[in-house]
């Protein structure tokens, strides 16, 4: 996957005098989150990514010009786990259309858990609130194409990986099958959705497909290039190709900015003004229109499930370039 | 399954007189059960039950003797339904201890729906609040002996074929098959018992017991044999056999009183005075302590899913022969 | 309030030898229940209450002959508090009627704290669940007669002083002023209940009658006096005088047995099978139906708010006399 | 109020092609935002609130050059309600600062309603989930300076009034007082905010300047004018004048994106891209960043509670101006 070397693609800036400030700043936040780091903890529900070294921290940005930026351990391979709920939204939107999906989830923050199924019951909206919590992510693959958990997560995976600068996408085996044996919220879930009406596929199929998503393995590098085609709403910059529709790239955002770091959401959309997604692998991803693709990389998480290194190299970003987006 | 018949058990009847008058209140609460059974709806959420025939209303008494006395559809077979629930608890609380069955499942009424999952994500209990709604008795079945579903059911029915003074109990297979076809919300509900580590046999294992269970046949008749046990506390009067401890039948008849006619439970308790349990195929088993066990049939429902004709007939027993017990 | 000797009463016992293993009986439990009220702790919400010492243990049994049977700290006033509402809801049934109460409040349990407002919004019942957590009690005084909350609490108390054998009932004013200025979750309540259309007084009015109505002293002596007359269907049976209708005493009764122990209710009924009511003053109200009235005194409280000593003692009563009425 | 002429403001603008077409196209959305009110409904809670002409429909942009442009009913006065909650959160975090507001006062959305007292009581939090649905609005109500409810509100309206570009601020007494009269729920939420030790003035007091900061009189072209300030961060750009912190204006802007317009605050999000504040007296204020501050006025509400034509108007706005700034 790293077949790209730091020393290219820093080389291909144009602006050294400002880059080198820049990579400066980002070497300095790295530097700073991998301190803060210490007081996280690596996610330990699953033994493989319960084994993950916590002192790692990463970070990649990506500018205007499709330039790249790296720092620390930006080509570390990590499992997505929750960022994909990022990257499956606008490709299912690009492939049945807005509509389609907005009749089985919906499009409100919730406060709720990740993995809550209370609303499934309780609320009158008899669909999940939003994209980004498990209920919304599980209808999401349930709708991508596909009669089988391969044929769906690979159908993803093809989709994703021109997005994120890479041939092909690896999974992490092991990661996913342990999430196929301990993932009994998600079953739970899921056969809700199905009493609910709201799964266009078999729930094994949808859990396979969905577990195998989670288990995409990415690093801050490539996942920065993917920030970046929704920060310039769906242009590859640097080549200027279209990647994505608009529409799936701002809707995307949207629903990351009230959404996107579980129940830290709306502290984090308040202290960076940033639309970001994070997942329990370690990772986020973080879309400043018009300006930066930036992705970190931290597997030591807080409270919220949130890296505690990504939180502040992405709050230290927004304030030194003025990122706030509101 | 009928092969006693009315004549016979009407003449073991040692008191015509008392017995005459008893008849005579129970065929008129029967004809005025079925009359008010008009506004009931038949459950219509499986094929094989929305076909039955709602004007069907049927009763039985067993009392202190043994004797029975029956009258209307007291011999159509309908399937438990939830009234297996008061029929697992004692058999698994006999089987391997109250202690052990409570430290899986709670002994508190909720106010919620019978197939509500909200407390098993909200509450601090971390297990269902009582045997008596679908997730505390889903606990129960899978606290039942056996490796597989058959196994399990299996020993069920052997254990409370006697009770219903029967030689043994058969299913109705459409409807059990449809349960296993449909019943996502309860998939939904025994995953996540799985994950909160309650499930004491595989999820699958477990469900398919569990939707056999409710849809053993039993008739009035039957049913009241079992009640008259709960109302002796375990004893069959007419033997003098011992049928279950004291302990399990006292556990289980207070838990009918608070948690065993669904959302209208705390209603039917105040009104009657009786503990029973309802089950959506039309049936309600209420043990009037020390004096009577009874049975009702009437497939026609109210709003919480109770026989129209059957909660009538009880409260109308309750008042004329005052069963209020608290 | 103790003008009454205990020689004196126990005098009137015309049975000596079974009164007197029932003394010993009683002795012993509450020798027993003082020592495991050092694991409770005292109520500390009001500065009044914290003050109590948790040692204090008594109990009283009133027979079907009115004989009344004390030990330990039978005498020691203490306030009401939830006790009371099993007091005022006969008192305004007889007062208003059954179907007028039950109009503005529910008859079905919980599982929910006694103090919740999440059903008052959450439900589609639009009325507190039961008259035995705060907000059902609220709207049962709110249905006393009265204009202020003293005529309230005088009518109140002028019902309950003959149940409780007493000429006249006082009041702990310091309690009383405590609740008022502490009791901000009440008042949440009642402005709740008051939007709802559910308050028949000024939130202020019924408040003030509330606070003092849970203020009121009585001591484990005429507590147990009134719960005779709950045990006898609404009789004095010393002077064979209707003190309260059947329906009222059954009604109270049932509505306690579901209610009665805040969270811990149905456990109390597995284990006693009598319907009782408790208190944060330390106070337990039981009624063995036909049998009789049980009350304990033991401000020591266990995590649900029950006096431990009380529980301890009528779950030792209700094995050791076979009380159990289920 | 409205001693600015629409003319003079009008010839204020220094491209009148452009301006022409800003007109022309206000003035479209203005008039099918007309047409869409037939289907909403005018607030009915309060009989001063449910006498207003539902047909009323107004719009105002002021643009980078503090030019105004109107367009319908945008001189017609109507009270803030909600709208006032983000003029509010600005003036109290300048006044006291961002850290004392959250802490006691969170930053999340919630997706319950925007009256909704269940997660006082269910959430770990502690503390209103944000300041836009009403019990974070009380709080920081309660936060403003003033020991008396007039003093509280006074100071709010001095501060805000030169935001409108106003020199005093009128409020509706007859709405002011039905408040008063009829908002038991906020009475309700207030003193559950008492109990949680997070209110910082005696709850009578914050109610009174509550209910009067809602009632304060404002129309479509002042709104703007303060949208403005929103969207330049604090700056009046006519004058070059700091009217907020850049701080205040960003955290505002912040939570009025993920939680401003009640239940349907994600689903505006996703279609407009812009933060906004929606009030049940019709109006909604909105801050494109760097381009326009807009308000618009329509009294007819969706289910939700927002305005029906000014949705559609921004919506419409949002799309033509691209203001999508997510």
Redesign the interface.
């Known amino acids: 996957m790293n077949e790209r070397s730091k020393d290219d693609t820093e080389s291909r800036s144009r602006d050294p005098g400002r880059a080198a400030v820049l990579a400066g700043m980002l070497d300095n936040l790295v530097a700073r989150g991998r301190e803060a780091a210490q007081e996280g903890r690596v996610a330990d529900y699953i033994p493989a990514l319960a084994r993950v070294d916590g002192r790692r921290v990463g970070a990649a940005i990506v500018d205007a010009g499709g330039r790249i930026l790296e720092s620390g351990d930006s080509r570390v391979a990590f499992t997505l786990q929750s960022v994909s709920k990022a990257i499956a939204l606008p490709y299912v939107i690009d492939t049945i259309g807005e509509e389609a999906v907005f009749s089985r989830v ?7 858990p990740f993995n ?8 009158s909206l008899r669909k999940p ?2 994209p980004m919590i498990n209920a919304g992510a599980i209808v999401v693959t349930s709708l991508m194409p596909g009669r089988t958990g391969a044929e769906k997560v690979e159908g993803f995976r093809a989709w994703a990986a021109p997005l994120l600068g890479l041939d092909e996408l690896a999974e992490d085996t092991e990661v996913s099958s342990s999430e196929a044996a301990t993932a ?2 998600n ?6 959705l ?2 609910l009406g709201l799964l266009d596929s078999p ?1 094994d199929v949808t859990l396979d497909a969905y577990f195998r998503q989670c288990a995409t393995l990415v690093d801050a590098a490539s996942l920065a290039r993917f920030a970046a085609i929704l920060a310039f709403d769906g242009i590859e910059t640097a080549s200027g190709r279209r990647m994505m529709t608009p529409r799936a790239a ?2 995307t ?3 990351m ?3 996107g770091l579980y ?5 984090f ?2 202290e960076t ?1 940033i ?1 970001a997604k994070s997942g329990v692998g370690g990772g986020i991803a973080a879309a400043a ?1 018009g300006r930066y693709g930036i992705a970190t990389y931290g597997p030591a998480l807080d409270a919220h499930g949130n890296s505690v290194a990504g939180t502040l190299i992405i709050r230290g970003l927004s304030e030194a370039l003025d990122l ?3």
Do not use: Q
Not at 187 to 192: L, M, N, V
């Open positions: 919906g499009r409100e923050p919730t406060g709720d809550s199924i209370i609303r499934l019951e309780a609320s609130y939003n009994n919220r079953r739970s879930i899921a056969w809700f199905k009493e729930v701002r809707v955002k949207a629903l900015m009230s959404c129940d830290g959401s709306g502290s959309c308040v003004g639309p229109k706030f987006e509101i």
